[in-house]
């Protein structure tokens, strides 16, 4: 009887952890806190001004272009910097999409070796059981030849006991 052996995972690297855990890159980070609350607070003021415009249409004809500039102010840093952050993030994603093949073939070699491994391993560990069964087999069989000469042997007599015949 084999024992099963759970072969424990190997630890990542920290370049593996950081693999998998970049999922947030350094755009992404920049576009979370630069562009998008600049977009948020240009919709905002867009959405203030169509709303206030519904609720008070007096106030906004009054002010209308103070409410036109101020939503090009901040329409004025909010588009180029969504349009240069964009063209990065699109140029990383295609980075991105162009290593998954690398990446994923990567995986299947790593994957096969680790099968392969895997395999010797329970290979390794049969033919040492093997080994093992057959040497203690060896052993009992010793054993046994050495207790049959034990009982063939006769007992010896001391010295002045008279043999009774």
Request: no cysteine.
């Given at each position: ?7 424990p ?9 950081d693999?998998?855990?970049?999922k ?5 980070r920049?576009?979370n806190?630069?562009v ?12 203030a ?35 240069t ?21 990567h995986?299947?070699e ?26 203690a ?8 030849k050495?207790?049959?000469t ?16």
């Open positions: 009887m084999t024992k099963k052996t759970n072969h995972k190997k630890a990542m690297t920290k370049e593996e952890y693999m998998v855990k970049r947030d890159t350094f755009n992404d920049m576009v806190k630069t998008l609350p600049a977009i948020y607070l240009w919709l905002l003021a867009s959405g001004v169509v709303a206030m415009g519904i609720w008070k249409p007096d106030v906004v004809l009054e002010n209308l272009d103070g409410f036109i500039a101020l939503i090009a102010i901040i329409g004025g840093v909010a588009a180029p910097a969504l349009n952050v964009l063209r990065m993030w699109e140029s990383e994603q295609t980075i991105e999409i162009d290593n998954m093949g690398v990446e994923m073939e995986e299947r790593r994957d096969a070796m680790q099968k392969q491994h895997f395999i010797e391993m329970e290979k390794s560990e049969q033919e040492h059981q093997q080994k093992m069964l057959k040497a087999q060896d052993h009992s069989h010793i054993v046994e050495h207790k049959e034990i009982v063939k042997l006769t007992p010896v007599h001391k010295m002045g006991e008279d043999k009774k015949e």
